[in-house]
DNA sequence: TTGTATGCGTTATCAG
DNA sequence: CTGATAACGCATACAA
């Protein structure tokens, strides 16, 4: 019962009376060897068990059979957003089945991150990797171009990329929450946006302020970090202003939560002195009071297509972009009819 | 400029007028090497800019230099939890810094779960595992076993293993909860629990039961998934039930978030008609209305106490036991006296 | 103290 | 067309 080690490619051999050189071609099915020898050598490797060790095979093709995950956030946000864990999920779902494993590394932003991507580069313990909340004119591309690493990028890059992108219309999103907000009669609405650097939050902004613009609304725009923190800060500057607004549609559920709880601090009724509108559909979020109306992104689809693509561009494909679903908005109970009269600003204290 | 191959210790012998065998040598610092040729052949390495080949080394070594985590839930629930960002972070403080990699897996429960141990163990993709959210009578720690890799398990499994184990006492998170209502004058109180094959859940649902009882209060328990969805459900049927609690434990902020949610559409003032407490101290829960009180353990910590005890055991130390420091009761508003005379139950319609 | 051979799977090169 | 050989990159057991 003793874990004998594994047989090697030379033990077929030699039961098989050939070179290990043509195990090999036999094994993995190329030209060149007689049938007579190609079915000795496969009963062998049948009888003796063999399968290949990824390591020397890593070794002899210089690839490592993983893709990279580098995630630059700090813990906090990440924590609280739904996104990772199904975008990662995702990502499984098709590396699993394509004997490939996730390299996941989590690194604080700043010159970290850079040298992450260099050490996996150097180490080669990725073959690519993929790279998330693309920045404005992000350096990372050029950086893993640089490192002769594969990459998809979700979204497409604000500066040439030889990689291929997988792109989400989050902007898409942004103006089915106006919209939405516009048919109930709001006119003055609030963006709280995340980080301008942030190229998905930027388009967010922009499809926020061309939507509201479009209907003739009053669209302002508050940016964030995107933590909670910064959301209720900036719901509460909005909420304590002169001339608040009817209606905040926020960047992600977790700043949404956060508004929710400033408003509600204030002694505001949502939806009925303030609507909300959150982004990502939190699982959490239909079981607030009010449940929150958000916009639902399909995470772990975007995540299968992230790795697909990057497996393709392993394999020789060419770059190309892809574009997924629109995302949805799924109304709940944070939005209803605008106010009709604006309330009196500055009305209760905490 | 063109990216010319790395040199290897064949180049550095050459180079050193030596043998391979003895550049490896005097590059590992072990002895038998004279003084001379290790000087000879240190400089020839540094003027040739070698750093080892990960690859090599590791078909060499038998080693991967990588450790694994399978998270076996659904992305839902990981979605909703704190504890895997922050704790995934403190690996990497560790890790990183060691030359290790991560290797992440997410599966979802059930069969799938042994198949990935068995993969990254066929394949040597990692050289050891960190088990997380043990179960009663936990396959894995067998399994892991029997694989071969080595491993550190989170809490101390309910069977004999042959692993280190880190443990963070959330019984005494659990404990201070109670006690923090007892004081508050509480009498009748229940504890929204997590499945009762993990043994952390049932863990803090015996820490409610003992502690309750040690102060002579009512103490009920209902059972669930830790999903929101079933914190909800556990907490109507609680609040819609005769006698309704006083006050909710919750086993997860998730679930108290939801619950929170279901007392408030029920129409009930928290903490005026009932006390919430949840388990994680998310960073959202501080911004809820009220803000929620809740146990706060430190994961990151945590996570990066296990790595360190897991690369231990990777060098050949023997199985060790560790326990961090207790959870912390942070009090917030959704805890408060308890009311004078119990609500009419089924006082209110959603 | 130092050199040599071996192990892993793949593949370029060479021999039949 | 079929097949053998050697090299790759490192560590290490063994020989000298």
Redesign the interface.
Same mark, same amino acid.
């Given at each position: 019962m003793a874990?004998t080690s594994r047989p090697t490619i030379a033990d077929v051999a030699r039961r098989a009376g050939v070179s290990k050189g043509l195990v090999s071609f036999a094994l993995n099915g190329r030209p060149g060897v007689s049938p007579a020898s190609r079915e000795r050598i496969l009963d062998a490797a049948r009888e003796l068990g063999w399968?290949p060790?990824?390591?020397?095979r890593?070794?002899s093709v210089?690839r490592?059979f993983?893709c990279g995950l580098v995630i630059g956030r700090s813990?906090?946000v990440?924590?609280?957003d739904?996104f990772?864990?199904?975008f990662?999920?995702g990502l499984?779902d098709v590396l699993?089945t394509s004997?490939q494993?996730?390299?996941? /590394? &989590?690194?604080t932003p700043g010159r970290h991150e850079e040298q992450?991507y260099r050490n996996?580069a150097?180490?080669?313990?990725v073959d690519g990797v993929i790279l998330t909340d693309l920045r404005v004119a992000d350096a990372r591309v050029g950086l893993v171009e640089e490192l002769?690493l594969a990459a998809v990028t979700l979204g497409v890059p604000d500066l040439a990329s030889p990689f291929s992108s997988v792109s989400v219309d989050d902007g898409a999103g942004i103006r089915h929450a106006v919209e939405h907000l516009a048919e109930l009669g709001h006119r003055d609405i609030a963006h709280v946006a995340g980080p301008e650097e942030m190229l998905h939050a930027s388009r967010r902004a922009r499809a926020f302020v061309e939507t509201a613009e479009a209907h003739g609304m009053r669209g302002r725009v508050l940016t964030t970090d995107f933590? /909670? &923190?910064e959301?209720?800060a900036a719901t509460r500057a909005l909420l304590e202003g002169d001339a608040p607004p009817t209606a905040i549609v926020y960047s992600n559920d977790?700043m949404a939560?956060?508004g929710?709880?400033?408003a509600?601090?204030l002694g505001l009724t949502v939806p009925r002195d303030l609507s909300i509108t959150g982004f990502d559909d939190?699982?959490?979020g239909?079981?607030?009071?009010p449940?929150l109306t958000s916009v639902a992104t399909d995470a772990?689809a975007w995540g299968a297509v992230a790795a697909r693509t990057l497996l393709e561009a392993l394999a020789g494909t060419p770059a190309t972009h892809l574009d997924l679903d629109e995302p949805t908005l799924v109304v709940r109970e944070s939005t209803g009819p605008a106010p009709r009269r604006p309330r009196r600003s500055r009305g209760s204290t905490v």
């Open positions: 874990e399968s060790s990824l390591r020397a890593s070794l210089g490592s993983a813990p906090d990440i924590a609280a739904p990772f864990p199904s990662i999920a499984e699993s004997g494993v996730l390299v996941l /590394a &989590a690194v992450t996996l150097h180490d080669k313990r002769g933590s /909670a &923190a959301g209720a977790h939560v956060a929710l709880g400033i509600q601090r939190t699982d959490l239909r079981h607030l009071h449940a772990r």
